[in-house]
């Protein structure tokens, strides 16, 4: 009877696991702002139509007016601090920057995967995100300097992000119950959809209203904040942090008793290699990000050149997939640990389940938008179910690798992402070459060759996957001196 008290998780919503679910969704929000900011403000960046009259930055009246005639109005000084650069980038160009900040994650995601379950994912995942908010601050400037300069801030922005992204899963196979992933998680993963939400619905709005480069440096500011609370609240383990309850901390280290908590020094390389289950779940991430690295990176300027609208609505309207994602994030992450508790499901079958239909469901949006795209609200509706569907694979694949490797989930969840980003890296390159050379036939190529891609990973997913503790990942009972 005590024992079982002992265990007893309490209000849910009022502990310190959910917390922490909180704050992870208030920096997985920061960063996902950061990197959309480029998506929203490249509209007036590279088009000097959508800047409400402000001229290129190469005028230099204004400021030479002012200084030689005092009589020059505060007004219209004012005025010209809010005029921005036109770059002159193609869409080609476009496409690399777009590509740059993956490029970066990639280098990051395993390394910092796997030293993070060694040193700590609190430090690193902190630094990640101080980096990359000092980068977005940085970002108006070296764009006045250079599309390299920009390649490469972007890039060493992508390293940062990809050390904040991995850390996530070390503390999450710490602090996260198994009956409780789906729905942890999906509250941490949901602040990058709802960051995007926000960055697209308010982007736009501060461009117009202040000048496309304090999107950067409102949201890199945001960031910085962010990092404050971070190193102050989080922890790595529930062992160690100084507010947990003593019946959350038992209740957590508990229901983890089963897992190790043991240091590792070693990872089974070759066994992970042969391992199929591993290979669907990576093949799942490549198939899930291709079609998500488009929607993120492209929307604004899908919206901007087939529907014809100005930078602000364009943005208002790229946002509203974006909290469609998070809201169904959210609730498939409730929905998954409710089959499971109520033993409703097994827990492959949950996995597989809401795999599959988050890569079905928006292959068939978008298959469908190219025949649709003469209808304004049709249209808009299947591009908020894109990513609103495909956020359902947040209680499927995403999270897989806790339930066949708990040991390694950092390590493998890096791995995981890098094949995601490299999808992303095709992807964004890809389309800016097809809508290159020609933006009807582009776009429409653009979408059929995502839903193939995502048929694919479905199937191979289906086929492979599974949900059981491998071999490989179990602990090897030690005799302790």
Same mark, same amino acid.
């Given at each position: 009877?005590?024992?079982?008290?002992?265990?007893?998780?309490?209000?849910?919503?009022?502990?310190?696991?959910?917390?922490?679910?909180?704050?992870?969704?208030?920096?997985?929000?920061?960063?996902?702002?950061?990197?959309?900011?480029?998506?929203?403000?490249?509209?007036?960046?590279?088009?000097?139509?959508?800047?409400?009259?402000?001229?290129?930055?190469?005028?230099?009246?204004?400021?030479?007016?002012?200084?030689?005639?005092?009589?020059?109005?505060?007004?219209?000084?004012?005025?010209?601090?809010?005029?921005?650069?036109?770059?002159?980038?193609?869409?080609?160009?476009?496409?690399?920057?777009?590509?740059?900040?993956?490029?970066?994650?990639?280098?990051?995601?395993?390394?910092?995967?796997?030293?993070?379950?060694?040193?700590?994912?609190?430090?690193?995942?902190?630094?990640?995100?101080?980096?990359?908010?000092?980068?977005?601050?940085?970002?108006?400037?070296?764009?006045?300097?250079?599309?390299?300069?920009?390649?490469?801030?972007?890039?060493?922005?992508?390293?940062?992000?990809?050390?904040?992204?991995?850390?996530?899963?070390?503390?999450?196979?710490?602090?996260?119950?198994?009956?409780?992933?789906?729905?942890?998680?999906?509250?941490?993963?949901?602040?990058?959809?709802?960051?995007?939400?926000?960055?697209?619905?308010?982007?736009?709005?501060?461009?117009?209203?202040?000048?496309?480069?304090?999107?950067?440096?409102?949201?890199?500011?945001?960031?910085?904040?962010?990092?404050?609370?971070?190193?102050?609240?989080?922890?790595?383990?529930?062992?160690?942090?100084?507010?947990?309850?003593?019946?959350?901390?038992?209740?957590?280290?508990?229901?983890?008793?089963?897992?190790?908590?043991?240091?590792?020094?070693?990872?089974?390389?070759?066994? *992970?290699?042969?391992?199929?289950?591993?290979?669907?779940?990576?093949?799942?991430?490549?198939?899930?990000?291709?079609?998500?690295?488009?929607?993120?990176?492209?929307?604004?300027?899908?919206?901007?050149?087939?529907?014809?609208?100005?930078?602000?609505?364009?943005?208002?309207?790229?946002?509203?997939?974006?909290?469609?994602?998070?809201?169904?994030?959210?609730?498939?992450?409730?929905?998954?640990?409710?089959?499971?508790?109520?033993?409703?499901?097994?827990?492959?079958?949950?996995?597989?389940?809401?795999?599959?239909?988050?890569?079905?469901?928006?292959?068939?949006?978008?298959?469908?938008?190219?025949?649709?795209?003469?209808?304004?609200?049709?249209?808009?509706?299947?591009?908020?179910?894109?990513?609103?569907?495909?956020?359902?694979?947040?209680?499927?694949?995403?999270?897989?690798?806790?339930?066949?490797?708990?040991?390694?989930?950092?390590?493998?969840?890096?791995?995981?992402?890098?094949?995601?980003?490299?999808?992303?890296?095709?992807?964004?390159?890809?389309?800016?070459?097809?809508?290159?050379?020609?933006?009807?036939?582009?776009?429409?190529?653009?979408?059929?060759?995502?839903?193939?891609?995502?048929?694919?990973? *479905?199937?191979?997913?289906?086929?492979?996957?599974?949900?059981?503790?491998?071999?490989?990942?179990?602990?090897?009972?030690?005799?302790?001196?």
């Amino acid at each position: 009877m005590d024992e079982k008290s002992s265990t007893k998780k309490g209000p849910e919503f009022c502990s310190l696991r959910y917390g922490l679910a909180f704050i992870m969704h208030f920096s997985n929000f920061t960063m996902i702002t950061q990197r959309v900011s480029l998506s929203i403000a490249i509209i007036a960046m590279v088009n000097s139509t959508q800047l409400h009259g402000l001229p290129n930055a190469s005028t230099e009246g204004p400021l030479a007016d002012t200084v030689n005639n005092p009589s020059r109005s505060m007004k219209e000084f004012n005025s010209y601090l809010n005029k921005a650069s036109v770059y002159e980038w193609s869409p080609e160009t476009q496409g690399i920057i777009f590509s740059s900040i993956s490029y970066g994650i990639i280098v990051t995601l395993i390394p910092s995967g796997y030293l993070a379950g060694i040193f700590g994912a609190k430090q690193m995942l902190g630094a990640g995100l101080l980096i990359s908010s000092l980068l977005t601050l940085f970002t108006p400037l070296a764009a006045d300097f250079g599309v390299i300069l920009v390649i490469v801030i972007r890039t060493i922005q992508g390293m940062a992000q990809g050390m904040a992204w991995t850390g996530q899963f070390t503390i999450w196979a710490k602090w996260a119950p198994p009956l409780e992933r789906s729905k942890l998680t999906s509250i941490a993963g949901s602040g990058a959809a709802f960051g995007s939400f926000i960055i697209l619905c308010v982007g736009g709005l501060i461009s117009q209203a202040l000048g496309w480069p304090f999107i950067f440096y409102i949201f890199g500011s945001i960031g910085c904040v962010c990092c404050l609370l971070w190193f102050t609240v989080i922890y790595d383990d529930p062992m160690h942090h100084p507010c947990i309850s003593v019946q959350e901390k038992k209740y957590i280290v508990a229901s983890l008793a089963q897992q190790s908590s043991s240091p590792r020094r070693s990872v089974p390389i070759k066994a *992970m290699v042969r391992c199929l289950p591993l290979w669907a779940i990576f093949t799942g991430f490549f198939s899930h990000f291709w079609l998500c690295t488009i929607i993120i990176t492209y929307l604004p300027t899908y919206i901007s050149s087939v529907l014809h609208v100005n930078i602000r609505d364009s943005g208002v309207l790229s946002s509203l997939p974006f909290i469609a994602a998070s809201s169904c994030t959210i609730l498939g992450g409730q929905l998954a640990d409710f089959l499971l508790s109520r033993n409703l499901l097994r827990l492959v079958t949950v996995r597989k389940l809401f795999s599959s239909l988050g890569l079905l469901l928006p292959s068939l949006c978008a298959v469908a938008l190219p025949f649709v795209a003469s209808s304004y609200v049709t249209t808009i509706i299947l591009l908020i179910l894109i990513p609103g569907t495909s956020n359902l694979c947040d209680s499927g694949f995403i999270i897989n690798t806790l339930d066949v490797a708990p040991r390694y989930a950092s390590f493998l969840m890096g791995i995981s992402r890098g094949f995601g980003l490299i999808a992303g890296i095709i992807s964004s390159t890809a389309t800016g070459f097809l809508i290159s050379q020609d933006s009807v036939s582009g776009w429409r190529n653009v979408f059929f060759l995502s839903a193939a891609v995502n048929m694919f990973g *479905m199937f191979f997913y289906i086929t492979f996957g599974q949900a059981e503790i491998q071999d490989w990942a179990k602990e090897k009972t030690l005799t302790r001196l």
